[in-house]
Protein backbone atom coordinates (compact mmCIF):
# COMPACT_ATOMS: atom_id res chain seq x y z
CA UNK A 1 0.00 0.00 0.00
CA UNK A 2 2.72 2.43 0.80
CA UNK A 3 4.20 1.61 -2.67
CA UNK A 4 1.43 2.39 -4.04
CA UNK A 5 0.70 5.61 -2.37
CA UNK A 6 4.52 6.58 -3.56
CA UNK A 7 3.37 6.02 -7.58
CA UNK A 8 0.31 7.98 -6.84
CA UNK A 9 2.33 10.98 -5.21
CA UNK A 10 4.50 10.76 -8.16
CA UNK A 11 2.28 10.33 -10.77
CA UNK A 12 0.51 13.85 -9.39
CA UNK A 13 3.71 15.25 -9.01
CA UNK A 14 4.54 14.91 -12.73
CA UNK A 15 0.98 15.94 -14.20
CA UNK A 16 1.27 19.47 -12.59
CA UNK A 17 4.83 19.42 -13.92
CA UNK A 18 3.12 19.38 -16.84
CA UNK A 19 0.34 21.56 -16.27
CA UNK A 20 2.79 24.42 -14.81
CA UNK A 21 5.28 23.89 -18.17
CA UNK A 22 2.41 24.39 -20.74
CA UNK A 23 0.96 27.54 -18.35
CA UNK A 24 4.52 28.94 -18.48
CA UNK A 25 5.13 28.10 -22.11
CA UNK A 26 1.26 29.94 -23.45
CA UNK A 27 2.72 33.02 -21.04
CA UNK A 28 6.17 33.19 -22.86
CA UNK A 29 4.87 32.98 -26.30
CA UNK A 30 2.36 35.36 -25.49
CA UNK A 31 5.05 37.81 -23.99
CA UNK A 32 7.49 36.96 -26.92
CA UNK A 33 4.68 38.29 -29.12
CA UNK A 34 4.49 41.83 -27.38
CA UNK A 35 8.18 41.62 -27.02
CA UNK A 36 8.75 41.50 -30.93
CA UNK A 37 6.34 44.41 -31.40
CA UNK A 38 8.20 46.40 -28.78
CA UNK A 39 11.22 45.42 -31.00
CA UNK A 40 9.92 46.28 -34.28
CA UNK A 41 8.35 49.82 -32.99
CA UNK A 42 11.32 50.74 -31.59
CA UNK A 43 13.95 49.64 -34.70
CA UNK A 44 11.53 51.91 -36.75
CA UNK A 45 11.19 54.77 -34.53
CA UNK A 46 14.57 55.40 -33.63
CA UNK A 47 15.71 54.68 -37.23
CA UNK A 48 13.57 57.36 -38.03
CA UNK A 49 14.68 59.80 -35.22
CA UNK A 50 18.41 58.89 -35.98
CA UNK A 51 17.57 60.04 -40.02
CA UNK A 52 15.93 63.17 -38.96
CA UNK A 53 19.11 63.99 -37.05
CA UNK A 54 21.63 63.35 -40.54
CA UNK A 55 18.87 65.41 -41.91
CA UNK A 56 19.21 68.45 -39.04
CA UNK A 57 23.56 67.88 -39.89
CA UNK A 58 22.51 68.40 -43.59
CA UNK A 59 20.37 71.11 -43.21
CA UNK A 60 23.05 73.46 -41.02
CA UNK A 61 26.01 72.19 -43.14
CA UNK A 62 23.77 73.41 -46.15
CA UNK A 63 23.25 76.62 -43.94
CA UNK A 64 26.47 77.14 -43.44
CA UNK A 65 27.82 76.46 -46.77
CA UNK A 66 25.52 79.03 -48.32
CA UNK A 67 25.93 81.73 -45.15
CA UNK A 68 28.68 83.69 -47.33
CA UNK A 69 26.55 84.26 -49.86
CA UNK A 70 23.30 85.37 -48.01
CA UNK A 71 25.61 87.28 -46.42
CA UNK A 72 26.68 89.34 -50.01
CA UNK A 73 23.20 89.50 -51.09
CA UNK A 74 21.92 90.56 -48.03
CA UNK A 75 24.42 93.39 -48.22
CA UNK A 76 23.52 94.19 -51.77
CA UNK A 77 20.69 94.84 -51.51
CA UNK A 78 20.84 96.89 -48.16
CA UNK A 79 23.32 99.03 -50.71
CA UNK A 80 20.71 98.95 -53.76
CA UNK A 81 18.04 100.02 -51.26
CA UNK A 82 15.88 96.97 -52.30
CA UNK A 83 12.58 96.81 -50.33
CA UNK A 84 13.11 93.64 -48.73
CA UNK A 85 16.95 93.22 -47.86
CA UNK A 86 16.31 90.53 -44.96
CA UNK A 87 15.34 88.28 -47.58
CA UNK A 88 18.94 87.62 -48.87
CA UNK A 89 20.08 87.62 -45.27
CA UNK A 90 17.48 84.57 -44.55
CA UNK A 91 18.76 82.66 -47.99
CA UNK A 92 21.02 80.36 -46.09
CA UNK A 93 18.16 80.14 -43.45
CA UNK A 94 15.40 78.50 -46.64
CA UNK A 95 17.94 76.51 -47.84
CA UNK A 96 18.49 74.84 -44.87
CA UNK A 97 14.80 74.35 -44.10
CA UNK A 98 14.06 73.14 -47.33
CA UNK A 99 16.90 70.55 -47.16
CA UNK A 100 15.11 69.71 -43.35
CA UNK A 101 12.47 69.39 -44.97
CA UNK A 102 12.79 67.12 -48.54
CA UNK A 103 15.04 64.47 -45.82
CA UNK A 104 12.39 64.64 -43.29
CA UNK A 105 9.64 63.90 -45.39
CA UNK A 106 10.98 61.32 -46.92
CA UNK A 107 12.11 59.77 -43.22
CA UNK A 108 8.29 59.98 -42.48
CA UNK A 109 6.72 58.21 -45.80
CA UNK A 110 9.11 55.47 -44.63
CA UNK A 111 8.60 55.46 -41.13
CA UNK A 112 4.43 55.18 -42.09
CA UNK A 113 5.03 52.74 -44.97
CA UNK A 114 7.30 50.37 -42.21
CA UNK A 115 4.24 50.70 -39.81
CA UNK A 116 1.91 49.46 -42.36
CA UNK A 117 3.76 46.79 -43.15
CA UNK A 118 4.29 46.00 -39.64
CA UNK A 119 0.54 46.36 -39.29
CA UNK A 120 -0.17 43.82 -41.90
CA UNK A 121 2.23 41.31 -40.49
CA UNK A 122 1.19 41.32 -37.17
CA UNK A 123 -2.69 40.46 -37.46
CA UNK A 124 -1.82 37.19 -38.38
CA UNK A 125 -1.78 35.58 -35.09
CA UNK A 126 -3.05 31.65 -36.01
CA UNK A 127 0.35 30.16 -34.31
CA UNK A 128 0.52 26.85 -35.64
CA UNK A 129 2.98 23.72 -35.33
CA UNK A 130 4.99 22.83 -39.32
CA UNK A 131 3.73 19.52 -40.79
CA UNK A 132 7.27 19.81 -42.50
CA UNK A 133 10.17 20.83 -40.26
CA UNK A 134 11.72 21.75 -43.93
CA UNK A 135 9.44 23.51 -45.61
CA UNK A 136 6.29 24.14 -43.28
CA UNK A 137 2.58 24.00 -44.50
CA UNK A 138 1.94 25.04 -47.97
CA UNK A 139 -1.05 25.16 -50.15
CA UNK A 140 -2.25 23.08 -53.29
CA UNK A 141 -2.02 24.60 -56.30
CA UNK A 142 -5.23 26.76 -57.15
CA UNK A 143 -5.93 27.38 -53.97
CA UNK A 144 -8.07 30.54 -53.44
CA UNK A 145 -6.68 32.66 -50.41
CA UNK A 146 -6.60 35.73 -51.53
CA UNK A 147 -9.37 38.38 -51.25
CA UNK A 148 -10.10 39.63 -54.62
CA UNK A 149 -13.18 41.06 -53.80
CA UNK A 150 -12.02 43.72 -51.43
CA UNK A 151 -9.42 44.81 -54.20
CA UNK A 152 -9.54 48.31 -55.17
CA UNK A 153 -9.87 47.19 -59.11
CA UNK A 154 -13.10 44.97 -58.43
CA UNK A 155 -14.41 47.53 -56.09
CA UNK A 156 -14.06 50.00 -58.53
CA UNK A 157 -15.89 48.22 -61.88
CA UNK A 158 -18.24 47.32 -59.71
CA UNK A 159 -19.29 50.51 -58.98
CA UNK A 160 -19.02 51.15 -62.46
CA UNK A 161 -21.58 48.58 -63.09
CA UNK A 162 -23.52 49.79 -60.93
CA UNK A 163 -23.34 53.24 -62.21
CA UNK A 164 -24.49 52.27 -65.44
CA UNK A 165 -27.12 49.63 -64.58
CA UNK A 166 -28.90 52.18 -62.20
CA UNK A 167 -29.04 54.38 -64.80
CA UNK A 168 -32.18 54.92 -67.73
CA UNK A 169 -31.22 57.31 -70.46
CA UNK A 170 -34.08 59.13 -72.61
CA UNK A 171 -32.94 60.24 -75.22
CA UNK A 172 -30.28 58.16 -77.88
CA UNK A 173 -28.30 61.35 -77.26
CA UNK A 174 -27.20 59.99 -73.98
CA UNK A 175 -26.92 56.39 -75.02
CA UNK A 176 -24.65 57.92 -78.37
CA UNK A 177 -22.38 58.94 -75.21
CA UNK A 178 -21.97 55.68 -73.48
CA UNK A 179 -21.40 54.52 -76.84
CA UNK A 180 -18.40 57.04 -77.49
CA UNK A 181 -17.07 56.67 -74.11
CA UNK A 182 -16.48 52.83 -74.36
CA UNK A 183 -12.90 53.16 -76.33
CA UNK A 184 -11.19 55.53 -73.46
CA UNK A 185 -13.11 53.34 -70.93
CA UNK A 186 -11.79 50.12 -72.08
CA UNK A 187 -8.37 51.72 -72.63
CA UNK A 188 -8.56 52.77 -68.83
CA UNK A 189 -8.99 49.77 -67.47
CA UNK A 190 -6.26 48.32 -69.79
CA UNK A 191 -3.90 50.77 -68.69
CA UNK A 192 -4.47 50.06 -64.87
CA UNK A 193 -3.89 46.07 -65.87
CA UNK A 194 -0.70 47.47 -67.52
CA UNK A 195 0.51 49.25 -64.66
CA UNK A 196 -0.27 46.28 -62.32
CA UNK A 197 2.10 44.21 -64.72
CA UNK A 198 4.77 46.48 -65.43
CA UNK A 199 5.46 47.39 -61.40
CA UNK A 200 5.30 43.37 -60.71
CA UNK A 201 7.96 42.99 -63.17
CA UNK A 202 10.14 45.96 -61.82
CA UNK A 203 9.01 46.28 -58.58
CA UNK A 204 7.73 43.13 -56.84
CA UNK A 205 9.08 39.98 -56.34
CA UNK A 206 6.03 38.53 -58.40
CA UNK A 207 6.06 35.16 -60.92
CA UNK A 208 7.30 35.60 -64.29
CA UNK A 209 4.17 33.26 -65.76
CA UNK A 210 1.40 35.21 -63.85
CA UNK A 211 3.01 38.27 -65.54
CA UNK A 212 3.15 36.85 -68.70
CA UNK A 213 -0.38 35.87 -68.23
CA UNK A 214 -1.57 39.03 -67.05
CA UNK A 215 0.07 40.97 -69.88
CA UNK A 216 -2.09 38.76 -72.32
CA UNK A 217 -5.30 40.03 -70.50
CA UNK A 218 -3.54 44.03 -70.86
CA UNK A 219 -3.57 43.24 -74.78
CA UNK A 220 -7.04 41.91 -75.18
CA UNK A 221 -8.49 44.90 -73.60
CA UNK A 222 -6.34 46.98 -76.05
CA UNK A 223 -7.69 44.89 -78.80
CA UNK A 224 -10.97 45.30 -77.49
CA UNK A 225 -10.69 49.21 -77.44
CA UNK A 226 -9.83 49.35 -80.85
CA UNK A 227 -12.28 47.59 -81.58
CA UNK A 228 -14.66 49.79 -79.88
CA UNK A 229 -13.43 52.84 -81.88
CA UNK A 230 -14.53 51.07 -84.81
CA UNK A 231 -18.20 50.27 -83.19
CA UNK A 232 -18.34 54.75 -82.64
CA UNK A 233 -17.46 55.86 -85.65
CA UNK A 234 -19.82 52.75 -87.60
CA UNK A 235 -22.60 54.28 -85.34
CA UNK A 236 -21.89 57.85 -86.16
CA UNK A 237 -21.94 57.10 -89.64
CA UNK A 238 -24.92 54.73 -89.53
CA UNK A 239 -26.95 57.22 -87.78
CA UNK A 240 -25.30 60.21 -89.28
CA UNK A 241 -28.51 61.89 -90.27
CA UNK A 242 -30.64 61.41 -87.07
CA UNK A 243 -27.48 63.27 -84.75
CA UNK A 244 -27.77 65.79 -87.59
CA UNK A 245 -31.35 66.32 -86.68
CA UNK A 246 -30.29 66.84 -82.87
CA UNK A 247 -27.18 68.74 -83.30
CA UNK A 248 -27.76 70.90 -86.25
CA UNK A 249 -32.13 70.99 -86.26
CA UNK A 250 -33.35 72.41 -88.89
CA UNK A 251 -36.61 75.61 -88.22
CA UNK A 252 -38.88 73.42 -86.47
CA UNK A 253 -37.47 70.24 -86.10
CA UNK A 254 -39.51 69.07 -83.80
CA UNK A 255 -42.35 68.76 -86.12
CA UNK A 256 -40.67 65.43 -87.64
CA UNK A 257 -40.76 63.79 -83.95
CA UNK A 258 -42.91 60.96 -84.00
CA UNK A 259 -44.47 61.73 -80.44
CA UNK A 260 -45.46 64.88 -79.33
CA UNK A 261 -43.40 65.24 -76.40
CA UNK A 262 -39.68 66.51 -77.28
CA UNK A 263 -36.36 65.34 -76.10
CA UNK A 264 -35.44 66.00 -72.65
CA UNK A 265 -31.86 65.98 -73.12
CA UNK A 266 -29.45 68.46 -75.12
CA UNK A 267 -27.81 67.82 -78.43
CA UNK A 268 -24.61 68.36 -75.98
CA UNK A 269 -25.32 65.22 -73.78
CA UNK A 270 -23.79 63.05 -76.79
CA UNK A 271 -20.77 64.94 -76.13
CA UNK A 272 -20.97 64.28 -72.31
CA UNK A 273 -19.03 61.35 -70.50
CA UNK A 274 -20.95 58.36 -70.29
CA UNK A 275 -21.11 56.12 -67.12
CA UNK A 276 -19.09 53.47 -67.84
CA UNK A 277 -16.09 55.62 -68.99
CA UNK A 278 -16.65 57.92 -66.02
CA UNK A 279 -15.75 54.59 -63.65
CA UNK A 280 -13.03 53.47 -65.64
CA UNK A 281 -11.17 56.52 -65.85
CA UNK A 282 -11.95 57.25 -61.99
CA UNK A 283 -10.61 53.80 -61.31
CA UNK A 284 -7.39 54.41 -63.76
CA UNK A 285 -6.64 57.70 -62.19
CA UNK A 286 -6.92 56.10 -58.57
CA UNK A 287 -4.92 53.00 -59.29
CA UNK A 288 -2.11 55.31 -60.47
CA UNK A 289 -1.51 56.01 -56.89
CA UNK A 290 -1.86 52.68 -55.20
CA UNK A 291 1.45 51.37 -53.01
CA UNK A 292 0.98 47.90 -51.71
CA UNK A 293 2.79 47.57 -48.87
CA UNK A 294 2.96 43.76 -48.94
CA UNK A 295 2.48 41.30 -51.74
CA UNK A 296 -1.02 39.67 -50.12
CA UNK A 297 -1.76 42.90 -51.47
CA UNK A 298 -0.49 42.36 -54.71
CA UNK A 299 -2.00 39.26 -55.26
CA UNK A 300 -5.46 40.28 -54.57
CA UNK A 301 -5.59 42.88 -56.92
CA UNK A 302 -4.54 40.02 -59.42
CA UNK A 303 -7.47 37.86 -58.22
CA UNK A 304 -9.28 41.22 -58.45
CA UNK A 305 -8.52 42.23 -61.92
CA UNK A 306 -9.94 39.07 -62.75
CA UNK A 307 -13.19 40.40 -60.93
CA UNK A 308 -13.43 44.04 -62.26
CA UNK A 309 -12.53 42.82 -65.88
CA UNK A 310 -16.08 40.74 -65.46
CA UNK A 311 -17.74 43.33 -63.80
CA UNK A 312 -16.93 45.37 -66.88
CA UNK A 313 -18.21 43.04 -69.18
CA UNK A 314 -21.38 42.63 -67.54
CA UNK A 315 -22.53 46.54 -67.65
CA UNK A 316 -21.48 46.04 -71.46
CA UNK A 317 -23.13 43.21 -71.60
CA UNK A 318 -26.14 45.62 -70.11
CA UNK A 319 -26.00 48.13 -72.79
CA UNK A 320 -25.55 45.22 -75.10
CA UNK A 321 -29.22 43.97 -74.30
CA UNK A 322 -30.49 47.36 -74.01
CA UNK A 323 -29.24 48.15 -77.22
CA UNK A 324 -30.92 44.78 -78.73
CA UNK A 325 -34.13 45.47 -77.32
CA UNK A 326 -34.94 49.16 -76.37
CA UNK A 327 -32.64 51.22 -78.58
CA UNK A 328 -33.41 52.36 -82.50
CA UNK A 329 -29.74 51.68 -83.78
CA UNK A 330 -28.07 49.63 -87.13
CA UNK A 331 -28.18 45.65 -85.62
CA UNK A 332 -24.51 45.86 -86.87
CA UNK A 333 -23.90 47.88 -84.04
CA UNK A 334 -25.51 45.65 -81.58
CA UNK A 335 -23.40 42.72 -83.28
CA UNK A 336 -20.02 44.79 -82.52
CA UNK A 337 -21.28 45.09 -78.80
CA UNK A 338 -21.73 41.54 -78.52
CA UNK A 339 -18.01 41.28 -79.76
CA UNK A 340 -16.81 43.76 -77.32
CA UNK A 341 -18.77 41.21 -74.30
CA UNK A 342 -16.94 38.88 -76.07
CA UNK A 343 -13.70 40.36 -75.95
CA UNK A 344 -13.44 41.66 -72.35
CA UNK A 345 -14.22 38.10 -71.03
CA UNK A 346 -11.49 36.70 -72.59
CA UNK A 347 -9.16 39.01 -71.17
CA UNK A 348 -11.29 38.18 -67.43
CA UNK A 349 -10.06 34.81 -67.85
CA UNK A 350 -6.57 35.71 -69.03
CA UNK A 351 -6.56 37.43 -66.03
CA UNK A 352 -8.47 34.48 -63.61
CA UNK A 353 -5.71 32.43 -64.94
CA UNK A 354 -2.81 34.96 -64.14
CA UNK A 355 -4.25 34.91 -60.19
CA UNK A 356 -4.17 31.25 -60.46
CA UNK A 357 -0.74 31.08 -61.22
CA UNK A 358 -0.19 33.81 -58.28
CA UNK A 359 -1.21 31.81 -56.00
CA UNK A 360 0.33 28.55 -57.45
CA UNK A 361 3.66 29.88 -57.81
CA UNK A 362 3.51 32.05 -54.92
CA UNK A 363 2.07 29.23 -52.35
CA UNK A 364 5.21 28.82 -49.82
CA UNK A 365 5.29 32.66 -49.86
CA UNK A 366 1.26 33.18 -49.10
CA UNK A 367 1.21 29.91 -46.59
CA UNK A 368 3.72 31.25 -44.34
CA UNK A 369 2.31 34.47 -44.42
CA UNK A 370 -1.60 32.88 -43.54
CA UNK A 371 -0.60 30.32 -41.58
CA UNK A 372 3.12 31.20 -40.15
CA UNK A 373 5.32 28.47 -38.65
CA UNK A 374 5.12 28.93 -34.85
CA UNK A 375 3.90 31.88 -35.04
CA UNK A 376 4.97 35.65 -36.75
CA UNK A 377 7.20 36.10 -34.57
CA UNK A 378 8.94 33.03 -35.18
CA UNK A 379 8.04 33.34 -39.14
CA UNK A 380 9.46 36.67 -39.24
CA UNK A 381 13.21 35.37 -38.35
CA UNK A 382 13.41 34.25 -42.09
CA UNK A 383 12.54 37.57 -42.99
CA UNK A 384 14.37 39.48 -45.66
CA UNK A 385 16.60 42.30 -45.01
CA UNK A 386 14.68 45.81 -45.56
Not at 136 to 146: R, Y
Not at 250 to 270: I, K
Not at 311 to 334: C, K, M, N
Amino acid sequence: MQKLRGWAGKLRRSKNGKGNAAAGSGKNGSTSGRLYRMRRVAARKLGHWARCAGAGFLAGLGGLLTLPLGILWGTWRLITKHRDPLAGFAFPVRIAGRIWRYFFRRSKARHDKEAKADQLNLTVNDPRKDTDPVTGPSLAAGTSVLDGNSSKFALAMRATHSAYTGYSPTSMMEVAAEYAGLPNGIRAAAMAVQQMAVNSDQKYPCSKRAIAKLTEAYQRMVAAAARADNMVAFFRYAHAFDIERIVAPRTNEWMWNVTPTGSSASEAAMFQPGRIESGCVLMAVLYRTFEPVHMMQVGSEYQGIGYGLTALADAIDALHQRTRDLYPVDDRVTDELGTLVQMIRAAADDANLAAKLFIEDHRLEISHNVNPRKGPAAESMWNTPR
